[in-house]
């Protein structure tokens, strides 16, 4: 199991459109991928509702894990998301 810490940096937080570009991302690959912020029960990446429940506005950092065959490349994919990609 790996886990990276991320901060949302979109100003609309951790909102729809974000969430389906992380679900999209972390369906692309084996590893189980979870996030979670500080007081939130962790989110399965791979579930739109469970991120949205996460309400995580900008500047939340999250911790993001992975676990599975794959987990190096998935949580890499997803924090080019973060950093580069959605802008998150």
């Known amino acids: 199991m ?3 810490q991320l901060i949302v940096q979109c100003e609309g937080g951790l909102h729809l ?3 389906a570009q992380i ?9 189980e991928v979870h996030l ?11 579930s739109i509702f ?8 900008q500047g939340t950092p999250l911790e993001i894990t992975a676990e ?6 998935a ?4 924090e080019e998301l973060f950093t580069q990609g959605a802008g998150i």
């Not at 979670?36 to 791979?46: E, L, Y």
């Open 23 to 31: 679900v999209k991302e972390a369906k692309q690959h084996r590893a």
């Open 2 to 4: 790996q886990t990276r």
């Open 17 to 19: 459109r974000v969430a």
């Open 75 to 78: 949580l890499s994919a997803l």
């Open 50 to 57: 469970e991120l949205l429940k996460l309400g995580a506005g």
């Open 36 to 46: 979670r912020c500080a007081g939130c029960p962790r989110a399965n990446a791979c």
């Open 68 to 73: 599975g065959p794959d987990e190096d490349a």
